[in-house]
C-alpha cells in the first residue's frame, strides 16, 4: 500500500496542470490520489490507506476523507471492497470497434406520461393539470388558428415557422439573450429537440454524461442511440463539479446533457457561480453542453439566489438550448426549439428531418399567437402561481407526515425522501394495485444498484385520496 501525502498550504494544488479546482480538504484529497494515479505512484488493484490512517496524514477529519473517496468511487478513479477498504481501479479500456449491443431501454417510466388513469389518481404524472379557464383560452386559440386557412402543400421551412422564430428571439432577448433567428430551430417538442441534438452528435459507444437523479427521457433517449451513460451526482446548486472534472478526465465524454432551469426532478436549478464553472470545463475538455430547459417557463421571479440558463453566460459557444412549451400550453399542441450557435448548426440541419420531413404547422401558429398577443406571458404567471399554492400545501402535507422533500425553486416537481427502508418502486406497485400512478425513486437514478426511499410528485395531481392511499401504503411496508 503507497503512501500518499501533500502539503496541506497547497490551497492551489492541481494534478494535471490544468486550471485550479475547488480549494477546500475534500477536493486536495482528491487532487492527491488523482495525481499519484496519473503518476504511476498508485497502480491498478492497489489497496488505498484506510480513511483513519488517511485523515491522520493529512491531517483532515475521517469525514473529509469519506466524503473524497465517494466522490472518486463515482468518478471511477476507485473501487471499494466491503470490509476491505478502497482500492485504485483498472484503467478504462478504449472500445476497440462501435458497439454492438445496445443497452435495454426501460420504457416502464414512460406510464407517467401515457397513463390511462385520471390525473386527479396520478400522482406521478409529468403532465400540468391546467385550471378550466386555462384550457378554454387553449382552446379559443387553437379553434381560431384551425378555421384561419393554412396553406397545406409543401413541407414549409425546415428551420421551423419564421414569425414563430422571431417570437422566440424576442422571448430569449427578454431574459437577455441575444441570439440571431437562424440559430434558432423547432421541433415538436422539446423531448424530440434532445432527440435531434442526440442523434446528431452522439454514436454509439460513445460516452455522454447525465445527471443522478435526472429525467428518465433523457437516459432513455441516450440508450436508444447506444451511447455510454456516465452519472454526475446533481447537489442544491447543480452537479457535482468534482465528479464532473473527474469524468471528464478519465473519459473525455462528447456531451453532458442536464438542465440549468428547475430540473426533473428536484426541482432545483444551476447557481451562477456554478454555471461558469460548467461553461469552463466545457471549454477545456471541447465538450457539448446540452441545456434541457423545457420548465424554465416555470421559474418564477424570486428575489432568491441569481440562477440564469446557461446560454445566457456561453454566447452560442459550447451551450446547445434545448426548450419547449409543452407544459405551459399542453403536450398535445407543445413546440419544442433548439438554439445554437454555428459550429453545431450544420449537423443540427442534417439531422433534423429524421424527426419528421413537415412543420407542425397549426401548434407553431398557436404559440405564435400565444407569444405574439402576450397570452403566453400571461399565462406563464397564472400558472406559478397555482404550482406556488400546490406546493406549499403539499409540502406542509408530507412535514405532517414526517416525510422530507429537497428545497426547490419551483415547478411541477417536489422530490421527496420517505424515509430509511422504504422501497419506493415496491411502494409504486402497492399504490398502482390500488388504482394510483406515482413515479418511484428508481425511475430517475436507473444506474443505481439498491433501492431508492425517494419519489417524485406532481403538485397538480397529488389528491387528497392519493396521499390517504400512499399513507396507507407506507404504513403497510412498515409494518
Known amino acids: 500500500m503507497t503512501g500518499l501525502s501533500h502539503s496541506t498550504d497547497q490551497d492551489t494544488f492541481t494534478a494535471t496542470g490544468g486550471p485550479d479546482v475547488p480549494t477546500g480538504q475534500t477536493a486536495r484529497v ?50 471499494a471492497r466491503r470490509g476491505s477498504g478502497f482500492y485504485v481501479s483498472p484503467p478504462a479500456l478504449m472500445p476497440a470497434a ?55 402543400t409543401g413541407y414549409g421551412d425546415p428551420a421551423g415557422y419564421l414569425p414563430l422564430r422571431e417570437q422566440i428571439r424576442i422571448k430569449l432577448g427578454l431574459d437577455g439573450i441575444d441570439v440571431p433567428v437562424d440559430a434558432i430551430m423547432t421541433v415538436p417538442g422539446c423531448i424530440a429537440g434532445l432527440g435531434v441534438v442526440i442523434r446528431a452528435f452522439v454514436r454509439p459507444g460513445g460516452r455522454v454524461l447525465v445527471e443522478d437523479p435526472c429525467s428518465f427521457a433523457h437516459v432513455a433517449a441516450l440508450l436508444s442511440q447506444g451511447a455510454e451513460i456516465l452519472h454526475v451526482p446533481r447537489k442544491a446548486d447543480g452537479p457535482d463539479l468534482d465528479v464532473l472534472r473527474l469524468l471528464c478526465e478519465r473519459y473525455r465524454p462528447v456531451m453532458f446533457l442536464m438542465s440549468s432551469l428547475i430540473q426533473n426532478p428536484t426541482g432545483n436549478c444551476v447557481s451562477l457561480h456554478t454555471a461558469r464553472q460548467l461553461i469552463e470545463i466545457a471549454k477545456e475538455f471541447e465538450m457539448i453542453l446540452v441545456d434541457d430547459v423545457g ?39 407543445g413546440v419544442g426549439h433548439i438554439v445554437a450557435g454555428d459550429r453545431y448548426q450544420d449537423m443540427l440541419n442534417r439531422f433534423r428531418p429524421l424527426n419528421g420531413l413537415g412543420n407542425l404547422q397549426i401548434q407553431e401558429r398557436v404559440l405564435y399567437r ?35 422533500t429537497t428545497p426547490s425553486m419551483g415547478g411541477l416537481f417536489l422530490w421527496a425522501d420517505l424515509g ?19 413515479a418511484p425513486g428508481k425511475h430517475f437514478r436507473p444506474a443505481s444498484t439498491v433501492s431508492s426511499s425517494e419519489m417524485r410528485f406532481n403538485v397538480t395531481t397529488t389528491s387528497e385520496a392519493a396521499l390517504q392511499v400512499l399513507a396507507d401504503g407506507l404504513s403497510s411496508l412498515r409494518d
Open 295 to 333: 420548465q424554465g417557463d416555470l421559474l418564477p421571479a424570486t428575489g432568491g439566489r441569481p440562477v440564469v440558463p446557461l446560454l445566457l453566460l456561453d454566447h452560442l459557444d459550447r451551450v446547445i438550448h434545448v426548450g419547449g412549451s409543452s407544459r405551459i400550453l399542453s403536450p398535445e399542441v
Open 98 to 152: 462501435p458497439a454492438t449491443r445496445t443497452a435495454p431501454v426501460d420504457l416502464a417510466p414512460f406510464q407517467l406520461c401515457h397513463s390511462t388513469l385520471p390525473l386527479d389518481r396520478s400522482p406521478g404524472s409529468g403532465v400540468l393539470r391546467h385550471e378550466p379557464s386555462a384550457l378554454e383560452e387553449l382552446n379559443r386559440v387553437l379553434k381560431s388558428v384551425a378555421s384561419s386557412g393554412l396553406r397545406t
Open 370 to 404: 400565444f407569444l405574439d398577443e402576450g397570452l403566453y406571458r400571461r399565462r406563464c404567471e397564472r400558472i406559478r402561481g397555482q404550482l406556488a399554492k400546490g406546493t406549499i400545501a403539499l409540502r406542509q402535507h408530507f412535514a405532517g407526515m414526517g416525510i422530507t
Open 30 to 79: 482528491i487532487r492527491t490520489i488523482a495525481q499519484g494515479i496519473a503518476d504511476g505512484v498508485l497502480i491498478a488493484d492497489e489497496r488505498l490507506p484506510s480513511i483513519r490512517v488517511m485523515a491522520d496524514t493529512h491531517g483532515v477529519s475521517r469525514d473529509t476523507v469519506q466524503r473524497a473517496y465517494d466522490k472518486l468511487v463515482a468518478g471511477g478513479q476507485i473501487y
Open 420 to 438: 430509511g427502508g422504504v422501497d419506493t418502486l415496491e411502494l409504486a406497485r402497492r399504490l398502482l394495485a390500488r388504482g394510483f400512478l406515482s
